[in-house]
């Protein structure tokens, strides 16, 4: 009788986890007991996320534009992880402790296995109560084909309950998807996603519930989406006038409420493309028809000002990309690929040429971080001096993340050294993956993914 009591209890604990989750790690509380809850969503450059005395990661990186790509293969692999977030980790016995480095420590947990979690579009955000990630996309198309250029989002609580998925957004070369908070004081994810050559901006409500995807506007030419220090909360984007003349009208909306507006009709013959969007200052370009000048300004954008005339020139170009703010101004790519510094009170300096670098990581106070598939770099924006934190590794460049004590990014594994004790002479086969690994701001090394033998 007590057994099959214990039978139906099991049972009826069972069916219940089908429908609320099952925790796989334990629960994190902060200094006084509580469970953590981020108000304000937080991220860590897209690979990581920081909740209290621990690190989540994906376990190691895959890109579904790999040759030979099978997903169930690389979510077994690229999985979401966690570990706390110690300085001295512990090892088996029969580790030799010159290869700790690059030994999986005991205290690296699995969260959430069978979703991919470490490709070319992963994000991560800690938000209330869950962490936000994003995975490629794996319900077929109406041809039963996989689409793996499309982004799904999907959200799990900290101690791997409560798994949901959200949304599914087109995503490409050129999509943009970003968590910010809206004019109502909610979190929505907003995406402009390719439709043909031109966009369309979208948008999804987040928090304690979720809510459905809603289309703000179609057929867009360029768009920037409000961050955490804009004003007002809305993605302002270009969209082509019904004008004699070539002519491109600027137009925003509110991502919360769908409230649209026209922000500048544009002069007939005139060409404007968004660069980019930090707190109420919007870069763009412009081109004038007086005098087909084409070259990029800044404007602030906000309640009392909406003018996107061709006043502030910022750079003499006709484009730059992937404009952030960093120290006491902003950083950005010229179109041939150099990384440039500049303020709007005219320093301009320029950090790296197109062949010192591949990809930048982070900018992390007065430092931006860069990376080639061997090495990160970083550079200081207070006096331009060049320090090189990790080197001689073979790595995916421009993937990872950043704490204030380290940084985090995807490797394969360093060259262990062999007991002279070990009697076994198995050759091992070569582990070609790239697993997550971290260091301190000195390069000092630790692996935390798992690996394929651990």
Same mark, same amino acid.
């Given at each position: ?8 209890? %099991?049972?009826?604990?069972? +069916?219940?986890?089908? #429908? ?20 304000? $969503?937080?991220?860590?450059?897209? *690979? ?46 029969? +580790? ?42 794996? *319900? ?13 989002? #999907? ?44 966009? !369309? ?24 989406? $409000? ?11 270009? +969209? ?13 909306? !509110? ?76 950083? #950005?790519?010229?179109?041939?690929? %150099? ?20 990809? +930048? ?30 080197? !001689? ?11 204030? !004590? ?49």
């Amino acid at each position: 009788m007590k057994k099959k009591l214990l039978s139906i209890v %099991a049972l009826i604990f069972c +069916v219940a986890m089908i #429908f609320t989750g099952c925790a796989t790690v334990g629960a994190i509380k902060d200094k006084e007991g509580n469970p953590i809850y981020f108000d304000d $969503a937080k991220s860590f450059g897209g *690979h990581i996320a920081e909740v209290g005395d621990y690190v989540y990661y994906a376990n190691s990186y895959v890109a579904t534009t790999d040759e030979g790509f099978v997903y169930d293969e690389a979510s077994n692999i690229a999985y979401l992880s966690r570990i706390e977030n110690k300085n001295v980790y512990t090892f088996d016995e029969d +580790v030799l402790p010159e290869n700790y480095p690059n030994t999986t420590p005991n205290e690296a947990e699995k969260v959430k296995g069978g979703k991919l979690v470490g490709y070319e579009n992963q994000q991560m955000y800690a938000l209330g109560s869950y962490l936000y990630f994003t995975s490629a996309n794996v *319900h077929k198309t109406s041809d039963m084909e996989n689409d793996y250029t499309q982004v799904s989002i #999907f959200r799990i609580k900290f101690d791997g309950s409560s798994f949901q998925e959200i949304a599914t957004f087109a995503h490409g070369d050129k999509g943009q998807i970003e968590l910010t908070k809206g004019s109502d004081g909610q979190y929505y994810f907003v995406a402009v996603v390719p439709n043909g050559e031109k966009f !369309d901006i979208k948008s999804v409500k987040v928090g304690d519930s979720f809510g459905k995807v809603k289309t703000l506007a179609e057929e867009v030419n360029t768009a920037v989406i $409000a961050d955490e220090n804009s004003s007002i909360k809305n993605v302002i984007y270009t +969209v082509d006038t019904e004008k004699d003349m070539t002519t491109i009208a600027v137009k925003a909306v !509110d991502f919360a409420t769908g409230d649209d507006e026209t922000l500048d009709e544009g002069v007939a013959g005139s060409e404007t493309k968004l660069m980019g969007r930090v707190g109420d200052y919007v870069f763009y370009s412009y081109k004038n028809p007086a005098d087909n000048v084409n070259q990029v300004y800044w404007q602030t954008i906000n309640a009392q000002n909406n003018n996107f005339s061709p006043v502030n020139r910022f750079y003499n170009a006709t484009t730059i990309k992937n404009l952030q703010p960093a120290y006491q101004g902003y950083i #950005f790519q010229t179109e041939g690929g %150099a990384l440039v510094y500049k303020t709007l009170d005219g320093v301009e300096e320029r950090l790296f040429a197109e062949d010192e670098y591949t990809d +930048v990581m982070f900018v992390d106070g007065q430092f931006v971080y860069t990376s080639t598939d061997t090495a990160i770099t970083r550079v200081s924006l207070e006096d331009y001096a060049k320090e090189k934190i990790v080197k !001689d590794v073979k790595m995916i460049s421009g993937m990872g993340g950043i704490t204030e !004590d380290y940084i985090y990014f995807y490797a394969q594994l360093g060259e262990l050294t062999a007991d002279e004790n070990d009697e076994e002479e198995e050759e091992a086969e070569a582990d070609e993956n790239y697993y997550m690994y971290r260091a301190d701001k000195n390069g000092n090394l630790q692996i935390i993914g798992k690996t394929a033998k651990k």
